[in-house]
């Protein structure tokens, strides 16, 4: 016959088992779901965005603008009007 300890180490070793399938099984559809999450926000952002945040975007990249100076120049230049700050 079996001992007691040799039926819970059986048990522990099935569960186990058990337990990382089913782990790996509901996985795979997670990795897919944040791509997913991404390209709507994508998209959601490009649909969000007014004439004169573009604008002001576009001088910021001509002038170079990066950082927390392009963060000032893109709130004055949309204050002020797409275009119309300094």
């Known amino acids: 016959m079996i001992t007691t300890s040799a039926r819970i180490a059986a048990t522990a070793l099935v569960s186990l088992l058990l337990a990382s ?25 490009a649909k969000t965005r007014t004439s004169a945040s573009l604008e002001c975007s576009k001088e910021a990249d001509t002038k170079g603008i990066h950082g927390k100076e392009r963060k000032k120049f893109m709130s004055d230049c949309k204050k002020n009007g797409a275009g119309k700050s300094t």
């Open 21 to 45: 399938s089913a782990f790996a099984q509901s996985a795979a559809p997670t990795t897919s779901a944040p791509a997913t999450k991404a390209a709507s926000t994508e998209k959601k952002a």
